[in-house]
């Protein structure tokens, strides 16, 4: 069975920092990509970042680049999103999402597995 399982949420106040992780289990997590997304209050969840299953290759939603980097250690089975500079429109619950591809994917109906998410609140 598939897991994935969402750490490192909670609150902060605006320009300060967070790293998520996502640990996987259950999939053989060096031939998925892997993405985060976010859903705000009344809004539809969004793409925030995604990373190739060999890590080299990362895209980045319009609204975090140069703020969040995604990374991954396949060794650990582990996805990570650092987000700097956090703003209070950051808020949101964040998933971390898997599929077997090799190449990034932004697009969240292409994610088989997913996360409960972990809530991140960002105080003005």
């Not at 299953?53 to 991954?72: E, N, P």
Request: glycine share 10%.
């Amino acid at each position: 069975q598939v897991q994935l399982v969402e750490s490192g949420g909670g609150l902060v106040q605006a320009g300060g920092s967070l790293r998520l992780s996502c640990a996987a289990s259950g999939l053989t997590f060096s031939s998925c990509t892997l993405g985060w997304f976010r859903q705000a209050p009344g809004k539809e969840r969004e793409f925030v970042a995604t990373i190739s299953a060999s890590g080299g290759s990362t895209k980045y939603a319009d609204s975090v680049k140069g703020r969040f980097t995604i990374s991954r250690d396949n060794a650990k089975n582990t996805v990570y999103l650092q987000m700097n500079s956090l703003k209070p429109e950051d808020t949101a619950v964040y998933y971390c999402a898997a599929n077997y591809f090799w190449h990034t994917r932004p697009q969240e109906r292409e994610y088989e597995y997913w996360g409960q998410g972990t809530q991140v609140t960002v105080s003005s």
